[in-house]
């Protein structure tokens, strides 16, 4: 319940005190995204390297309230009236709360549960970012917070405001992950005695096949050099608001409707799913200059030539250049797109019919992750506001230091006298991926 803390365990007398308004309608607290556009619009520059502030002191328990408190009662004493104190909570909302500490005094003490940020409590944009690239959302959080005894409630407007918020932070992280890898592609590609802005990239898509036929894609490339992905474009030929005014179009009502709904609809793709990949794929190549500075000149891609095809005819780069394909051998593998794939489809919801922006908040998390570890993760609670406390510090760099163990022992592979010994580890290779990728990416953690 959060209608105006009438469950809070509030004792009578208190009640008399006229609630001041503080001047923020609590509803409307997570749908300010102000803050968080300000701090995303910095990242790429400020830190290529995603790194975050670190606060020593900062750590989370879970703790039984009426335990911890009830026994801290019977220990204190109000330092100023001399006494008795109770606790109490109040101004629950998700996760977070005041405790309230009540004496004698004619003004009991208030003490925030966790850090705020623009007055909204910051415990929930970090629950719902955490539970979101876990593969949960609005459902599986009720869920979680009623089991646990944590929360009755769980209010929508707080988690939506939430998503809108996170999926503008996610997105500005997320571009600057993608240009850091076309930095090092350009460097790696030069090395390799190549022109630095023709770039070899490997590309493929995949399709959502849950609940709804292959309605949403997501189409990646990945740089030859880094293994890194480089662009990623979601595509969406069903949206759910849209369907229900099926039959309907053509009346006043629905042209008022579409109005104010088609900023929000989730498709930006029309035609089959088969042309989603064709379409993704031009999208891609069509701003590969803008974003990294440089053109996909060869494309390494499967029997499917239906797309490398389109993208002849479409001439993304006018007749500057024509790009040529690289058939899947040896080193040309789309091995790397593949496990992309699995990766973004694990994390998304599996039975409830995700919408555009929860596939974009997943798959930007998941190109992050696949590119630079936990560390963009840490940076994108950053940009929202929360703060970082050792333990996930730790985590991700413990990760990170996992990661470079594996890629070196990958690159000693490399060699030609090694080739033999690497062709009989490919198959092992998914095995050994989400081995190296931890828990984020483990079997089984979305269901
Ligand atoms: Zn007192
Ligand atoms: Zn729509």
Redesign the pocket.
């Known amino acids: 319940m959060d209608r105006k803390g009438a469950r809070d365990t509030k004792p009578r007398r208190d009640r008399k005190r006229p609630a001041k308004f503080k001047g923020t309608n609590r509803h409307c607290i997570e749908t300010d995204i102000s803050f968080a556009s300000t701090s995303a619009a910095k990242i790429g520059r400020k830190s290529p390297e995603f790194e975050v502030k670190i606060d020593q002191t900062f750590s989370y328990v879970l703790i039984e309230f009426a335990l911890v408190f009830g026994a801290l009662q019977q220990l204190l004493k109000c330092k100023n009236c001399d006494s008795d104190v109770r606790f109490y909570k109040k101004s629950i909302r998700g996760l977070g709360f005041k405790i309230c500490v009540d004496c004698l005094c004619s003004d009991p003490a208030e003490i925030n549960s966790c850090p705020l940020i623009n007055n909204a409590y910051e415990i929930n944009r970090r629950f719902c970012f955490v539970m979101r690239i876990l593969g949960i959302g609005i459902h599986g959080i009720r869920n979680f917070v009623a089991l646990m005894d944590l929360s009755s409630t769980f209010n929508s407007t707080t988690y939506y405001g939430i998503m809108k918020m996170l999926h503008i932070v996610v997105k500005s992280v997320y571009t600057a992950v993608i240009q850091k890898a076309g930095s090092e592609e350009k460097k790696k590609n030069l090395e390799a005695e190549n022109r630095a802005d023709i770039l070899t990239v490997s590309g493929d898509g995949s399709w959502s096949k849950r609940g709804f036929t292959s309605r949403m894609g997501i189409v990646s490339v990945i740089g030859k050099y880094t293994n890194k992905v480089m662009d990623v474009a979601v595509r969406s030929s069903f949206?759910k608001?849209?369907s229900l005014w099926k039959g309907r179009e053509n009346t006043v009502e629905y042209d008022a409707w579409y109005a104010t709904?088609e900023p929000e609809?989730?498709?930006n793709h029309e035609g089959s799913a088969g042309k989603m990949e064709v379409d993704g794929m031009l999208e891609i190549f069509q701003r590969s200059e803008e974003i990294h500075n440089a053109k996909y000149g060869f494309y390494i891609g499967d029997g499917d030539t239906k797309t490398f095809k389109m993208l002849l005819e479409a001439k993304p780069y006018g007749d500057k250049l024509t790009i040529k394909k690289k058939e899947c051998t040896g080193a040309n593998t789309q091995n790397n797109n593949e496990s992309f794939n699995h990766c973004v489809w694990q994390l998304a919801p599996k039975h409830i019919f995700c919408g555009k922006q929860t596939v974009e908040i997943t798959t930007y998390c998941a190109a992050c992750t696949f590119n630079e570890g936990f560390d963009p993760l840490l940076k994108i609670m950053e940009t929202m506001g929360c703060t970082i406390g050792p333990i996930a510090a730790d985590f991700a760099a413990k990760y990170k230091a996992e990661r470079i163990k594996t890629a070196d022992r990958r690159s000693s592979l490399d060699s030609k006298e090694a080739r033999t010994a690497r062709r009989t580890e490919i198959s092992a290779e998914n095995e050994e991926f989400e081995e190296a990728e931890g828990v984020l990416y483990g079997p089984g953690i979305a269901d």
């Open positions: 949206c608001a849209c709904h609809c989730n498709v």
